[in-house]
């Protein structure tokens, strides 16, 4: 595969697909890229809804080993909340 040169639909603007990226989307099935990087990552960020903002974090207290952890959701209570290294030693 040799390097092409795509044009954005959204800027216009014409950016590189490598012969890397064309195996690696092979691979996974993928199709072309229709947008440049700049404008995937736009669209990624309004789709998550958040606008690129950092994600909220809450205080928590690790159900098995007592340390002090921040979590992306608000804790109910009603369920055991984990930090990282216990969550991982669970799955």
Known sequence: MDDKNLT?????????FSADEQ????TK??????RCKDCRAKMKSQRSG???AP???HN????D???????????SGDK?????????KRR
């Open 50 to 52: 958040r606008g690129g």
């Open 8 to 16: 954005c639909q959204d800027c216009g603007e014409e950016f590189l």
């Open 29 to 34: 099935g993928f199709t072309e890229p229709k």
């Open 55 to 57: 994600r909220e974090m």
């Open 60 to 63: 928590a207290v690790c159900a």
């Open 65 to 75: 080993c007592g340390e002090e952890t921040q979590v992306p959701f608000k804790p």
């Open 80 to 88: 055991p909340v984990y930090c990282r290294d216990c969550y991982s």
């Open 23 to 26: 195996q690696f989307y092979e």
